[in-house]
């Protein structure tokens, strides 16, 4: 970068997602003339049709927990500094039944890591936990509730309005509805980016974050980036009395409330289901599931699932964020992840951190290039 850090520095950001929208405001910010574009609607991928659970559960090595607790902190600043009202940060219930069952495997031993890397977390007993979240209800062989308190969940879609509008109205970002079909330039310098209405941009640098179709773009260069795609299904409750207020993690089932008194439902079974599947409130799983749900939540009886929602995972191959530069060519920066949601405003911070230093440290061990 020159002397002006990023003042100036025309950078296209593809993708609208949670990953996309937090790199565009934050850029915008350090003084970059940012262009995103999105191919449908911002919010229309995979970050509009998450779970949006923040959190650092299982997370492992501890470096990499660390990011992710840091990146619900900055969530936090996040929603201060844009005056907004999307994030819960209430905690987390997790428990498990007798035979261990649990949504994250090896509960307890998860658990003693998290403490000894100095997590908050309290342990209840049903009956301490009824008093304080009465939506649930538990079986008589769980003994002990975790309170996991540095977790919550974010309303997505409203994070991504405040972002963009914001980077537009402060910092002059523009919004493009358009696709990318093209990234080319001299001697190895990606300076264009080709639009499928035609049109052309001119540009210094292009970041992409696409999610699921970030591999296709770095195709579109000749690059090669590593992801696995899966796809899982939630249920949505009709709005009803549940006074859920917490993530709920269960032997079999994740909760949580989705605003307007609807509860959204994940189990494995429906959270892994491949690329073909299509459910209704009436296929079997979701059926199983709403039961599920009624035995953890009985205030759910008889509330039927009002829609079902489809998400596109994406899996680095290693499991971790790319993020940094192409290897072969100059002026295309990757940024994907799964756990979008959670590190979504730790990777604005970040990558910005990046860009006007030479190098993040943070960053250091996620770069492209460590497939080569
Ligand atoms: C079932 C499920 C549950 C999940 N649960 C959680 C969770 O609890 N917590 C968590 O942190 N994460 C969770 N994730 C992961 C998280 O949702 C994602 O990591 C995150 O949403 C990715 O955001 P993104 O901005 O990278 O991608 P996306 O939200 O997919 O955004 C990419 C955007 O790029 C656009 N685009 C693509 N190609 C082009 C192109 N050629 N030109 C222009 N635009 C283009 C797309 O339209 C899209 O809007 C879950 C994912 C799934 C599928």
Known sequence: ????????????????GAVGCALAYRLSQAGARVTVIETAYPGA????????WLNAFGKEPRDYWRL???????????????????????GAWHWADADGANYTPNLPATVRQLLAWGSRIDAYSPAEVKAIEPALAFGPDVSEVFLVHNEGWL????????????AKEQYGAEVLRDEVIG???PNGVVD????ASGARLGV????????????????????????ELS??????????PTPLRRVAVGPRLIARPDGGGRVLLGSEEVLSLGRGASVTADSPEIVRLAAQAQNMMPDLAGVPVEAMRKGERVVPADGYPIVGWDTRLDGVYYAVTHSGITLSAALGNLVVEDLLSGGSDVLAQYRPSRFN
């Open 204 to 227: 210094d640098m292009v970041v992409v974050a696409a999610g699921p179709r970030t591999a296709d773009i770095a195709t579109l260069v000749g690059s090669h980036i590593p992801l």
């Open 1 to 16: 970068m020159s002397d002006r850090g990023l003042a100036g520095t025309a950078i296209a950001v593809i993708g609208a």
């Open 45 to 52: 991928g995979t970050s509009g049709n998450s779970f949006a």
């Open 183 to 185: 990234l080319d330039g």
């Open 155 to 166: 309303q997505a879609a409203l994070m991504i309005q405040a972002l963009l509008t914001r």
């Open 68 to 90: 992710n607790l840091r990146s619900i902190r900055e969530h936090q600043d996040l929603q201060d500094e844009l005056n907004g009202s999307w994030l819960v940060r209430s």
């Open 192 to 195: 264009t980016v080709h639009l």
């Open 231 to 240: 796809y899982g299904f939630f249920a949505v409750t009709a709005p009803a």
